[in-house]
């Protein structure tokens, strides 16, 4: 699935059919598609959200150089306006991604989990 932020092309995936959402932020060179072996798993408790990062997956990043928090914030709340609190996870690259977005607004989460941090 995609949506339009600012001048790029998000693309995103969502798993499971849970009440509490998961955001999963993947690593260097992989995709959103990484984690979809996790609705197997907790998909019943989980809406698993994924996002292919920036310069990854399908998604076309045509803006500037920085991806910042508020620039993941902004595209959460298209996808899934009102979705916190959430569950953020982040495996490698996007464990520092995580940590950046948790700095920031650490009254949207409830739970942080890093997976191979960078």
């Known amino acids: 699935m ?4 600012n001048n790029s092309k ?4 969502m798993y499971g059919k849970g009440e509490k959402l998961l955001l999963c932020l993947h690593g260097f060179g992989e995709s959103g598609n990484s984690f979809s072996f996790l609705e197997k798993f907790i998909g019943n408790q989980y809406n698993i959200l994924t996002i292919d ?3 990854h997956g399908d998604t ?4 500037d150089l920085n991806f910042t928090p508020e620039d993941l914030n902004a595209i959460i709340q298209l996808i899934k306006p009102n979705a916190y609190p959430f569950t953020l996870l982040g495996y ?8 950046h977005f948790y700095e920031k607004y650490p009254t949207l989460i409830n739970q942080v989990i890093l997976i191979a941090p960078d």
């Open 60 to 63: 076309a990043w045509n803006e």
């Open 2 to 5: 995609f949506i339009q932020y």
């Open 92 to 99: 490698s690259m996007g464990g520092r991604i995580a940590l």
């Open 10 to 13: 998000i693309s995103y995936q």
């Open 53 to 55: 990062l920036p310069f």
